[in-house]
């Protein structure tokens, strides 16, 4: 599992002692942390392999889209739900759901579907290696898909 660095930004020039705080950013790094604390979680409820494997900055593009998708909503990140797939084949199982503000009611859901690698170095090995190796380690793909649906329509619709 990646483990992700929180980075501040702060005005460097001297004389000023003012912290620079972007709050798109802010946002995208805790939405970027919840994540990965849900997949951790999920890791341990779903998974019965050895490791779960995510490709480096998953969970940070992930949360980028995420927050691109929740801009022009009627209460932005806050009225978002998130529902975490997870596809490997043919089958589909359910790992988490993020309630972004759980004050605030949800005007809409996304459902965000993870796929397995078949690009993985464990993918050339035959059925009974595969077996003997680290408990059939899971590796998440860069590829995901993000559907988005409204609760609400608005006079302009």
Not at 52 to 66: C, F, R
Request: charged share 30%; with cysteine.
């Amino acid at each position: 599992m990646e483990i992700l660095g929180f980075t501040n930004q702060f005005n460097n020039n001297i004389g000023e002692s003012e912290v620079v705080l972007d709050s798109e950013a802010l946002a995208v790094e805790a939405l970027s942390k919840r994540f990965a604390e849900e997949l951790k979680k999920a890791k341990r409820a779903h998974f019965a392999s050895g490791e779960v494997l995510l490709p480096t900055d998953l969970t940070k593009a992930l949360a980028e889209d995420v927050f691109a998708m929740a801009e022009a909503e009627l209460c932005g990140l806050k009225g978002c739900t998130i529902f975490i797939n997870f596809e490997s084949g043919e089958e589909r199982r359910r790992l988490s759901v993020v309630d972004c503000d759980p004050l605030t009611p949800s005007t809409f859901e996304l459902y965000l579907t993870l796929r397995q690698s078949t690009n993985g170095w464990n993918h050339f090995l035959p059925r009974f290696l595969k077996k003997m190796t680290r408990g059939g380690t899971v590796m998440i793909s860069s590829e995901y898909s993000i559907r988005k649906k409204k609760l609400y329509r608005s006079y302009d619709e």
